[in-house]
Nanobody, 123 residues
Framework: VQLQASGGGLVQAGGSLRLSCASS????????MGWFRQAPGKEREFVAA????????FYADIVKGRFTISRDNAKNTLYLQMNSLKAEDTAVYYC?????????????????WGQGTQVTVSS
């Protein structure tokens, strides 16, 4: 499974960005998808996850209410709408795929990763 993340950029605090993650996999709907991020000098952390059909979504507490994860299985694409961005949201954002939903927060449980897209929020 190849994943291509895009949509990152430079935005002012309080602004919005929408990340996309395009998959080469025709059976995209068979994968649970997640977003992770890694800030400079920090470990990669869980941001959000979404079930195969998109009916269930999960968020890290630090982004809950500001970020929305969604997917379009017809387009084999995952999204992350980020609103009310803060300087501490600055990081490289990665999309990832796995077949199981259990332990969706655990980075090591994901089988496939995109290359990452840089998000920089200026204060």
């Amino acid at each position: 499974v190849q994943l291509q993340a895009s949509g990152g950029g430079l935005v002012q605090a309080g602004g919005s960005l929408r990340l996309s993650c395009a998959s080469s996999e025709r059976t995209f709907s068979r994968y649970v998808m997640g977003w992770f991020r890694q800030a400079p000098g920090k470990e990669r952390e869980f941001v959000a996850a979404i079930s195969w059909s998109g009916t269930s979504t999960f968020y890290a507490d630090i982004v809950k209410g500001r970020f929305t994860i969604s997917r379009d299985n017809a387009k084999n694409t995952l999204y992350l709408q980020m609103n009310s961005l803060k300087a501490e949201d600055t990081a490289v954002y990665y999309c990832a795929a796995r077949t199981q939903l259990v332990d969706y927060e655990r980075e090591t449980s994901y089988d496939y990763w995109g290359q990452g897209t840089q998000v920089t929020v200026s204060s």
